[in-house]
């Protein structure tokens, strides 16, 4: 892995990210648009190794037969299997569900946790849905790490980690505070539109004099 930036230097890119990209609008929901903490943590878990357009048809089918943990464990495996199908790993993903809904009617009362360690203690939830869900559902300052900001955070060199849960560790520790609220919308954004994972638009990146990737690449 590559250098990472120092505190001043990490300042400054998010500071640069914060006139050039979009924050949170008034807008954002939880993960693929659902309205509560519960679809979004379900959607969270159909959403892994699975295309958008795919997740959105499973939830879509999902949530038109159960919309409470309550509900959900009425249904059997198949009913629940046959409606996800189109996410893909059905049958994995059918069980964490299950497990997911009894462990939170079991130890939460069947309401979804507002802390990462509440999330993180449910079957199914990683690093990556747990901010999720706490950013975009609970609107709390937290910086959640998907593919793109992943990628741009190592690249630039915000942090220096290999997988995207020591990324979201380094990021909550060296990110400026003031940065948490609107930190993911600026990342992937910008991971989106300029620093893509292949071809990255350098000639117009705002932060390209800040990056240890460019830097490299042009001293090799």
């Keep these: ?14 500071r640069i990210l914060a006139e050039h990209m979009p924050g949170r609008t008034r807008g954002a929901k939880g993960p693929k648009g659902q309205p509560d903490a519960f679809r979004s943590c379900i959607s969270c878990m159909l959403s892994a190794q699975s295309l958008d357009r795919n997740t959105a048809k499973a939830a879509h089918q999902l949530f038109a037969l159960a919309q409470t943990p309550e509900e959900m464990l009425e249904l059997d495996d198949r009913a629940i299997a046959a409606a996800i199908k189109p996410c893909g790993l059905y049958n994995v993903k059918t069980r964490n569900i299950r497990k997911f809904c ?54 630039i060199g915000l ?62």
């Design 159 to 220: 942090t220096n980690a290999k997988l995207a849960d020591a990324t979201a560790r380094q990021l909550e520790a060296r990110a400026p505070e003031w940065a948490l609220r609107d930190g993911h919308f600026w990342l992937i954004q910008f991971g989106k539109r300029v620093c893509t994972a292949r071809a990255p638009k350098c000639e117009k990146c705002p932060v390209s004099g800040h990056c240890k990737w460019l830097a490299k690449q042009e001293a090799s």
């Design 102 to 155: 009894e462990t939170l009617i079991a130890e939460h009362g069947g309401r979804v946790p507002d802390t990462r360690e509440g999330l993180l203690g449910l079957p199914g939830i990683g690093r990556k849905c747990a901010d999720i869900v706490l950013s975009f559902t609970f609107g709390k300052d937290v910086i959640a790490v998907d593919t793109h900001v992943h990628r741009v955070c190592n690249r």
């Design 1 to 14: 892995m590559g250098q990472t930036l120092d505190s001043q230097e990490i300042e400054t890119v998010f």
